[in-house]
């Protein structure tokens, strides 16, 4: 079964440096996301992806956040200067063509910022 | 409350009772899905109900939909112990590309 792949599965970063998180959603999906859950709290959203620009970002996504799609597999998110609140797991999502389909989503990387 | 509020927060069964869990939501929606999430781990599609429908069955999975409530259930019938996780609804406004908001969770425990 087709499933999104992230990498790496846990990164840990120093305050103020500059990390990537990658990932490769199924392959004929269209529609891309990242989310992002803090410790026991909430999955939020962070920013949709489509026809290679931005659809949506929520406040959450800030100028320290980018995302890309360099080649026709993997997207990326950027976070320039990480900090501390930054700690979080980071999800993938990717979703076919259509109103009612699902989204999947990846395992995650756990970011631990310190 | 916010969009997406699930009930209870916990909860815990014996194995073999049904499990039910709840999720309110504040706006219109255009489908309703449940997630499920292990401890640390990544989000697994349950489930997904559009807003035209009422009651959708998968497995032991029993979703309802009310609109005029703006109000969702999750039913897990004879759980078991692997059933053990973090369920979450997720809302999606009417649009394909649309972002879904997440409730804070209902965290399951089965005892075996």
């Known amino acids: 079964e087709p499933e999104v792949t992230q990498t790496p599965s846990h990164q840990v970063t120093q305050m103020g440096q500059e990390v990537i998180l990658r990932c490769v959603p199924i392959?004929?999906?269209?529609?891309f996301y990242w989310y992002r859950q803090i410790l026991g709290q909430k999955v939020e959203f962070l920013v949709s992806?489509?026809?290679?620009?931005?659809?949506?970002k929520s406040e959450i996504f800030d100028d320290q956040f980018s995302v890309e799609r360099p080649d026709g597999s993997n997207f990326t998110l950027k976070i320039r200067s990480t900090k501390l609140e930054d700690s979080a797991m980071y999800f993938c999502?990717?979703?076919?063509?259509?109103?009612?389909?699902?989204?999947?989503f990846g395992q995650g990387t756990r970011l631990t910022v310190v | 409350s916010q969009q997406g509020e699930e009930d209870p927060q916990a909860l815990s069964i014996q194995e073999g009772e049904n499990a039910t869990m709840n999720c309110s939501y504040k706006?219109?929606?255009?489908?309703l899905q449940w997630y499920r999430q292990n401890s640390g781990r990544g989000l697994v599609h349950l489930i997904l109900?559009?807003?035209?429908?009422r009651e959708k069955h998968s497995g032991r999975l029993r979703v309802t939909l009310d609109t005029s409530k703006k109000s969702s259930s999750l039913l897990i019938t004879a759980s078991r112990a692997a059933d053990t996780a973090s369920y979450f609804c997720?809302?999606?406004?009417?649009?394909?590309?649309?972002?879904?908001?997440f409730g804070k969770g209902t965290r399951l425990s089965v005892i075996a």
């Open positions: 999502a990717s979703k076919a063509r259509g109103r009612n389909t699902e989204a999947f």
């Open positions: 392959s004929n999906h269209l529609y």
């Open positions: 992806f489509y026809n290679n620009e931005i659809s949506e």
């Open positions: 706006t219109s929606i255009n489908n």
């Open positions: 109900i559009r807003s035209n429908e």
């Open positions: 997720a809302t999606a406004r009417n649009s394909g590309n649309t972002p879904l908001v």
